[in-house]
């Protein structure tokens, strides 16, 4: 199930690295929970692909503890992964507001082919 998570000091948008030195740098990677990274065989750093009905990201997993069982995270507003690739801007829309659905969607995590 995916869950929403913000990156702590990073801006919200396309253009939080615009104006960082060259070397601070910082990537958005796939959150799961240790026993379900134990279950795909997967340790932190290894890619990982998350899929919805909608699409399919690749990213590197980390292993986070404070995430339940079948809880995934990925952070939004990344170009990769790229969280608006397993969302649907035509299905599960907020009809209120208009926003995409990006939290609990029905996902499927496995390994990345080649990895």
């Known amino acids: 199930m995916l869950i929403p998570g913000r990156r702590l000091r990073t801006l919200s948008s396309p253009l939080r690295d615009a104006a960082a ?3 601070w740098t910082d990537v958005s990677r796939i959150h799961l929970a240790p026993d379900d ?8 750093g290894a890619a990982v692909s998350v899929s919805s009905r909608h699409g399919e990201v690749v990213g590197e997993a980390e292993i986070d503890p404070g995430l339940r069982p079948r809880a995934v995270r990925i952070s939004h507003d990344w170009l990769e992964p790229n969280v608006g690739e397993i969302a649907s801007a035509h299905h599960e829309v907020d009809t209120l ?3 995409v659905r990006l939290s609990g969607v029905e996902v499927r995590v496995q390994r990345a082919s080649g990895s």
């Open 97 to 99: 507001t208009g926003m």
């Open 21 to 23: 030195p060259r070397e």
């Open 37 to 44: 990274a134990r279950a795909l065989g997967v340790s932190a």
